[in-house]
């Protein structure tokens, strides 16, 4: 079963690439969203992850949550389903 991981507090730079590479180290990584402004396209400084599995998901949290990236402490949780 899919599990979507919310990662928070990213550098406006980072790149869907280096998130992908980053998750993987975690296991399979079915996607990633990049959250951007609607006006200025830029980065709001979040992204959403698809892990292709719960235990995938469950190592990629206790892998990323609290890492540095780009000097920025990563946010790393299980997605909060939209309301």
């Given amino acids: 079963?899919?599990?979507?991981l919310y990662v928070g507090n990213l550098n406006k730079s980072t790149t869907q690439e280096e998130l992908n590479t980053?998750?993987?180290q975690a296991g399979g990584v079915n996607s990633?969203?990049?959250?951007k402004d609607r006006d200025t396209g830029g980065s709001k400084g979040f992204a959403f992850i698809t892990?292709?599995?719960?235990?995938?998901?469950?190592k990629a949290i206790s892998m990323f949550?609290?890492?540095?990236?780009s000097e920025h402490a990563l946010k790393v949780n299980v997605a909060k389903?939209?309301?």
Avoid: C, H, K, W
């Fill in 51 to 58: 892990m292709g599995a719960q235990d995938t998901a469950e």
């Fill in 32 to 35: 990633v969203e990049i959250i």
């Fill in 22 to 24: 980053l998750f993987t």
């Fill in 65 to 69: 949550n609290a890492y540095s990236l």
């Fill in 1 to 4: 079963m899919e599990v979507r």
């Fill in 81 to 83: 389903p939209r309301a």
